[in-house]
């Protein structure tokens, strides 16, 4: 079983639509959650973090973790064509990193 | 505020060729991380710096890779010799909290 899973894609969404991407992780003791985007031929580029369950919003993006679940997840609102990108999920166990394998998501004006 | 800066951009060699990286971290980031990224996956770490000291190396293959960072700033990745399954990106990424913060990456082709 992989350490952190993330929704296969790809995922396609229209312009203004919300694009919903999730992640389980295996390690309950997990306690660091970020999410990356990365462009085509680009590096992980942090977008969000969140630490404690709940929602948190920065912008169009909003992180929402519920850590009884090992779940967490991002929203972005009203999407836009530069927001297609592969979206990754990572965890932090005992200060290691751990990425999921990504969620491309695709904008079609 | 400068990123992580990585050079190489981009290196093609032949296996069983060496090859080295190098990577300068965010002024006043203490802890340096190097990774490797293959097609569709995320990243894997490979090593994890602390100031001087390699504090999580239980990924790197040693018996061809090696890596340093001398006075706890600039860091280099190294691999002898390489071979045909090392073609990925190389990413080293630094943090002064949790955060992590990538650089642009080097693009290896062993041919």
């Known amino acids: 079983q992989k350490e952190v899973e993330q929704n296969s894609g790809p995922l396609s969404v229209p312009e203004g639509a919300i694009a919903s991407l999730n992640c389980t992780y295996s390690d309950r003791g997990s306690q660091s959650f970020f999410w990356y985007r990365q462009y085509s031929g680009k590096s992980p580029e942090l977008i969000m973090f969140i630490y404690s369950n709940g929602d948190k919003e920065d912008g169009r993006f909003t992180a929402q973790l519920n850590k009884a679940s090992q779940y967490v997840s991002l929203l972005i609102r009203d999407s836009q064509p530069s927001d297609s990108a592969t979206y990754l999920c990572a965890v932090m166990s005992d200060y290691k990193l751990s990425f999921g394998a990504g969620t491309t998501v695709t904008v079609r004006a | 505020e400068a990123g992580v800066v990585q050079s190489p951009r981009y290196k093609i060699i032949e296996k069983k060729q060496p090859v080295a990286f190098w990577c300068n971290p965010i002024?006043?980031?203490?802890?340096l991380y190097w990774y490797r990224q293959n097609l569709g996956q995320g990243p894997e770490l490979l090593i994890r710096?602390?100031?001087?000291?390699?504090?999580?190396d239980s990924q790197l293959p040693k018996d061809r890779f090696s890596a340093e960072r001398l006075k706890g700033v600039d860091s280099t990745l190294k691999i002898q010799p390489a071979e045909l399954g090392d073609s990925a990106v190389y990413l080293c990424?630094?943090?002064?909290?949790?955060?992590?913060?990538f650089g642009p990456g080097t693009r290896l082709t062993v041919t």
């Open positions: 710096y602390e100031n001087e000291e390699a504090v999580d």
């Open positions: 990424a630094s943090s002064g909290s949790y955060e992590q913060y």
């Open positions: 002024s006043g980031h203490n802890t």
